[in-house]
């Protein structure tokens, strides 16, 4: 069964907290995306990575940290520099890192992050 | 910085055709245009891709005319579950990876 997977599908934050959201994929795709959602809006994009071992910031870096050492997992972790942190989180992939602005990207189910 | 413009919501009837409409005046040469559909608290789900002309597959009809200014995503016979926010991308012109999300249509299905 191909998919993109994500966990913890609620995660709940305290004060000054580190945490990790899961993402994984196995449909052997280059390209790893997070976005974050607020509600009522469109997706912001916060890293990207296109290959192993390398990624960059998106819009809405700050406050998050992200590491790619396998093709297949790209977590993100919410820092206790991420003040407003209440949202949905989404991961998704795409098979091709380059070329033409062709490729789909597909998307997990989301992690929703509370702070307590 | 490609910036895509979609009504803010619509509302419709089971049985009706739903023509969603987006602008995207700067759109790059190369760039496709896709849309994506999402339900409450779940991830988007790819709907249509296209460059130009139009493209048909199982579910919408994706309209797009000779400029790419703009695209028409069509969606026949709507049922209520076709409720959800519908997004209209294309790709960033300084990027080849980034895609850029605006805030959608919201699409209600009365029955």
């Known amino acids: 069964d191909g998919g993109i997977t994500q966990s913890p599908k609620y995660l709940f934050r305290k004060e000054g907290q580190n945490v990790t959201l899961s993402c994984e994929q196995n449909l052997n795709h280059d390209a790893m995306y997070w976005y974050r959602q607020d509600p009522g809006q469109g997706l912001r994009l916060i890293y990207y990575?296109?290959?192993?071992?390398?990624?960059q910031k998106g819009d809405i870096a700050e406050g998050y940290s992200v590491s790619r050492e396998k093709k297949e997992s790209f977590p993100l972790t919410v820092t206790s520099a991420q003040k407003n942190p209440t949202a949905f989180y989404l991961c998704?992939?795409?098979?091709?890192?380059?070329?033409?602005?062709?490729?789909?990207?597909?998307f997990g189910p989301g992690t929703r992050l509370l702070v307590l | 910085l490609a910036k895509t413009t979609q009504p803010i919501s619509m509302d419709s009837y089971e049985g009706q055709e739903v023509n969603i409409t987006c602008s995207h005046n700067n759109i790059a040469t190369n760039d496709y245009i896709t849309w994506y559909q999402q339900f409450p608290s779940q991830g988007p789900r790819f709907i249509i891709q296209g460059y130009k002309t139009k493209v048909t597959n199982e579910v919408a009809s994706l309209f797009i005319p000779a400029d790419r200014k703009s695209s028409t995503l069509s969606l026949p016979r709507v049922s209520l579950s076709d409720t959800a926010v519908y997004y209209c991308?294309?790709?960033?012109?300084?990027?080849?990876?980034?895609?850029?999300f605006g805030s959608g249509t919201r699409l209600l299905v009365r029955p």
């Open positions: 990575s296109q290959i192993v071992n390398d990624f």
């Open positions: 991308l294309v790709g960033d012109v300084d990027s080849s990876y980034k895609l850029i």
């Open positions: 998704a992939s795409s098979a091709l890192a380059g070329g033409p602005r062709k490729e789909t990207q597909y």
